[in-house]
């Protein structure tokens, strides 16, 4: 009896899985297919989308694939966190005498000796790896088939960075089934979007937005999570809707503690919306990664304990694709080669925005520029 299991987070499927489970069931020819939905994998964060709606996600795409498909929801059973021996394990205790084949992608197929018991794996198991583009051609020594073809090169993460940053799905990656849950159940930041273009004028929503698309690519350079930078992006201006003394007003009622308060308030409240964007993600939207909200609150004046997230951010900010003036394409050039130069650039751009405006200096801005001016050679 042949077993073919498809394990993943599904968060979303695309259209990536989609070709490789056809492509499998095709070379295989199994009698029975598990799919099941990772309940927490162990390599990667929990998911924030529910399980069962990863689940109809995998039904939506994989449904229509082939016959005895079972849609299995055995890591919710098991309500924690399983390695894919311990799949291994249960399916051969479900058949009798089963030929188990796990299909996985060629880029897990180079971890695989780092998966837990993989020796029990590979004496059980047959390991099915479809090849996905950009990916070079595996050399391992156990035994496993590999699918003819390249599959796209696709990832979850990135459809899910795709739709938190633009607020549209990607149709030529996601299963138009699978698009379906995702807008009916507001997933992946659709909500966020909603709330955006609801709360601000539609050239800040499209700032938002072009921030956030900045902060994507430079998250590949500087090797920050693809997914917290564009969540940042897309957040940071939720409170420029809010008039001066609605900003005052959130932020004494929500006693939020910033540097200058008094000053701020009295000569330039605007320079309040970082503070509140960032109080509006956690409330709203349950967003708690510090990181995350700490890039929001700098984005403004910047601090003197900055991480890459927040340099990104506060450099996408001055400037993304919708600024007009001319530095903003410098900036942008120079953050492509050097982030901390693009900073120093975008912080004295500000410092002379503000002076020419004949607007109040916050010290915040003036410690940043000196600080930067004495740690950037
Ligand atoms: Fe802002
Ligand atoms: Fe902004």
């Avoid at 951010?313 to 130069?341: G, H, N, P, W």
């Avoid at 925005?353 to 001016?373: A, R």
């Amino acid at each position: 009896m042949k077993v073919l299991v498809f394990g993943g987070s599904f968060d979303p499927v695309h259209k990536g899985h989609v070709a490789m489970l056809k492509k499998a069931l095709s070379v295989i020819k199994p009698d029975v297919t598990h799919v099941v939905p990772v309940y927490h994998s162990p390599f990667k964060a929990k998911s924030p989308t529910p399980f069962q709606l990863r689940m109809e996600m995998a039904r939506a795409a994989f449904g229509g694939l082939g016959k005895n498909l079972i849609f299995d929801d055995y890591e919710l059973q098991r309500g924690g966190k399983t390695y894919s021996y311990q799949l291994v394990q249960y399916l051969q205790k479900r058949y009798d005498h089963p030929e188990i084949y796990l299909l996985v992608g060629t880029d897990c197929l180079n971890d695989l000796h780092d998966w837990n018991n993989s020796d029990y794996i590979f004496a059980n198991a047959t390991i099915v790896a479809g090849r996905r583009k950009g990916f070079p051609e595996h050399k391992v020594t156990f035994k496993h088939i590999s699918l003819p073809g390249q599959f796209p090169k696709m990832s979850s993460t990135r459809v899910r960075a795709h739709i938190l940053s633009s607020g549209e799905i990607p149709t030529d990656k996601v299963p138009s089934s699978v698009a379906d849950i995702i807008i009916k159940n507001d997933l992946h930041g659709l909500d966020q979007h909603r709330w955006l273009r609801a709360h601000l004028k539609p050239n800040r929503y499209l700032h938002s937005i072009k921030v956030a698309e900045l902060c994507a690519v430079l998250s590949d350079i500087y090797e920050v999570p693809i997914q917290k930078a564009v969540q940042a992006g897309i957040f940071h201006d939720a409170g420029k809707g809010f008039s001066a003394e609605e900003l005052i007003s959130f932020c004494k009622k929500h006693h939020l503690k910033i540097p200058y308060f008094e000053d701020i308030c009295h000569c330039e409240p605007a320079l309040l919306h970082s503070f509140v964007s960032a109080e509006l993600a956690q409330e709203l939207f349950g967003l708690n990664d510090p990181e995350i909200l700490n890039a929001i609150s700098e984005h403004t004046l910047g601090s003197l304990e900055m991480t890459t997230l927040s340099k990104i951010l506060f450099v996408a900010d001055i400037s993304s694709k919708d600024r007009k003036y001319k530095d903003a394409f410098v900036i942008r050039t120079l953050a492509m080669q050097d982030l901390e130069k693009a900073l120093l650039y975008a912080a004295n751009r500000k410092l002379w925005f503000t002076i020419d405006s004949q607007k109040w200096l916050c010290p915040t801005g003036i410690e940043l520029w000196n600080h930067l001016v004495k740690h950037t050679a």
